[in-house]
């Protein structure tokens, strides 16, 4: 989502006849419900009546990410109670996984949404009237506190919005975005996640694209080194009183030449790889990538 969202919710009142929802290529081409590939049966494309199951496993796996909470634990809602931030906090993972729904690509994988993963595919995005309506995006105009729709608004969303901007340059618009990724505690080390982000890399590959994503977790980028992303940029939300550092990572396309190459070195050392997983096994908690 652009950073004109704030105005667009601001003046969401105004009727715009003019617009409309804009398609999706990238989405449609695959069946909601079905498997995506031979290779990943248990990875499938999530539909809008599951929103809400989605929305849970990511509430669960954000509970207590910096960036999640930055909004909620402000200040000025200190007389809050732990139950009221909670539904707060489901409530906003249930407008973002609706807008991906509905522009975007939802995935999950493992047993009762194990794993959960919001991509904005290329071209797309959740800055247009229809989308902010139907998903409730508008509602965060109200129900954040002064504080928190300052740290969204004007904070949040233009960092996240010239960061990508500036980091993909002309790439930005034609770039496959990871813009959530979680995975239940009762799920992890599974192998879930990888398998969520491997179906779209693969895709970008083929298609020559790159894929981005920003992480608030010091762990993750290690973990998605492996997944051929790379750290291009640090950058810091600081209005509270402990600045929140998100990683910028990219990912560039891999030619099919060197995929191929990789899986060679990857059958030969393949004993020595089955004696490391056996001694231990990492596990893939969730991305910090919010909104596209």
């Known amino acids: 989502m652009e950073k004109t969202i ?4 601001i003046s969401i009142v105004k009727s715009n006849p003019s617009i409309q929802p804009s398609g999706a290529g990238h989405v449609k081409a695959i069946n909601a419900g079905r498997p995506l590939s ?7 494309v999530v539909s809008l009546s599951e929103y809400k199951e989605a ?16 909004f909620i634990d402000t200040p000025d809602r200190e007389h809050w109670t732990d139950a009221q931030k909670w539904d707060l906090h489901v409530e906003m993972m249930e407008y973002i996984t609706y807008a991906h729904l509905l522009k975007g690509l939802v995935l999950t994988a ?10 904005m595919p290329p071209g797309q995005n959740m800055d247009d009237y229809p989308t902010i309506l139907r998903s409730g995006m508008w509602r965060l105009h109200y129900k954040l506190s002064c504080e928190g729709k300052a740290r969204f608004f004007s904070e949040f969303l233009p960092l996240l919005h010239e960061t990508k901007k500036s980091v993909l340059g002309p790439r930005d618009g034609d770039s496959y975005y990871l813009v959530y990724v979680g995975t239940r505690a009762s799920a992890r080390g599974r192998g879930y996640a990888r398998k969520v982000i491997d179906e779209v890399t693969r895709r ?4 020559g694209r790159a894929c981005y994503l920003e992480s608030s977790n010091d762990v993750n980028p290690i973990i998605y080194g492996k997944l051929g992303f790379g750290v291009a940029k640090k950058v810091y939300l600081t209005r509270a009183e402990e600045a929140v550092e998100l990683d910028i990572m990219v990912r560039d396309p891999v030619r099919k030449e060197a995929a191929s190459g990789r899986e060679q070195e990857k059958a030969a050392r393949k004993p020595l790889m089955q004696v490391k997983v056996a001694a231990g096994t990492q596990k893939l908690g969730s991305v910090r990538a919010f909104i596209a």
């Open 55 to 70: 929305a849970a496993c990511l509430a669960e796996a954000f509970a207590d990410d910096h960036t999640a909470r930055y």
């Open 6 to 9: 704030a105005a667009s919710v």
């Open 110 to 119: 493992g047993p009762d949404y194990g794993c959960v993963a919001l991509w």
């Open 204 to 207: 970008a590959d083929a298609e």
């Open 38 to 44: 031979p290779s990943d049966h248990d990875v499938r």
